[in-house]
């Protein structure tokens, strides 16, 4: 694993170990940012079930000015401030060693909104659907934003959530897909 462009393009990342996490491979990181990016210029990054940090450090890399973190395991949260320690993004970064849900409800209350939000939970606990209903009922994607859903291809996500509409659907193996939403731009 590596970080793919910008400023910190080719920085080696550690993958968290053991086998609880399955990181986003780099053939997979590249296409998605090709598809939400590829650069950006400033905004905040938001990565759930963030494992290694894979995807908040490349939205660092590619111009965004700060990353949320949020996992709740101990292994996962010490090696994304390992990879924060090599990219030397820490101080562009607040992690989090909480359950999804009550980082999402503590930055609701807080009114935070972002840029690129990235949903990448375990395939067998699909959260997706009432993610993207809290997101869009607290307001917490900027009006150009992008929220990128990774999840496994026998998974289908709905058309529109909300305010939420899936402008995209990339399928990637026979295990990942990646569905992307950003707001309508006309209200139905």
Same mark, same amino acid.
């Given at each position: 694993?590596r970080? %793919?462009?910008?400023?910190? =393009?080719?920085?080696?990342? =550690?993958?968290?170990?053991?086998t609880a ?5 780099d053939k997979v =990181?590249e296409?998605?940012f090709n %598809?939400i990016g590829? #650069?950006?210029?400033g905004g =905040?990054a938001?990565?759930l #079930?963030?494992g290694?940090g894979g995807?908040?450090i ?9 990353? @949320?973190? @949020?996992?709740?395991q101990?292994k996962?949260?010490q090696?994304?401030?390992?990879n924060l320690r090599?990219?030397?993004?820490? *101080? *562009?970064?607040? @992690?989090?060693?909480?359950?999804? &849900?009550?980082?999402?409800e ?5 009114k935070?909104?972002f840029k690129?939000i990235?949903?990448d939970?375990?395939y067998?606990a699909? /959260?997706?659907e009432?993610f993207?209903?809290? +997101?869009?009922?607290a307001?917490?994607? %900027?009006?150009?934003? @992008? +929220?990128?859903? /990774? ?5 289908t996500?709905p058309?529109? $959530?909300?305010?939420?509409?899936? $402008? &995209?659907e990339?399928? #990637?193996? /026979?295990?990942?897909? %990646?569905s992307?939403y /950003?707001?309508?731009?006309?209200e139905?």
């Amino acid at each position: 694993m590596r970080v %793919i462009s910008g400023e910190r =393009k080719g920085t080696r990342l =550690k993958a968290v170990p053991g086998t609880a996490t399955r990181p986003t491979t780099d053939k997979v =990181k590249e296409s998605l940012f090709n %598809i939400i990016g590829p #650069y950006f210029s400033g905004g =905040k990054a938001l990565d759930l #079930y963030a494992g290694s940090g894979g995807l908040g450090i490349e939205a660092l890399s590619r111009g965004c000015d700060e990353a @949320v973190f @949020v996992d709740r395991q101990p292994k996962a949260v010490q090696t994304i401030q390992e990879n924060l320690r090599a990219t030397h993004y820490e *101080k *562009k970064a607040n @992690v989090y060693r909480q359950d999804a &849900k009550a980082v999402l409800e503590q930055l609701r209350a807080q009114k935070e909104q972002f840029k690129l939000i990235f949903m990448d939970p375990p395939y067998h606990a699909e /959260e997706h659907e009432n993610f993207l209903r809290l +997101i869009d009922e607290a307001d917490m994607l %900027i009006d150009v934003g @992008v +929220i990128v859903c /990774e999840h496994g291809s026998d998974v289908t996500l709905p058309e529109r $959530i909300g305010r939420l509409e899936r $402008i &995209k659907e990339q399928r #990637y193996s /026979e295990v990942i897909t %990646i569905s992307f939403y /950003e707001y309508a731009s006309i209200e139905e």
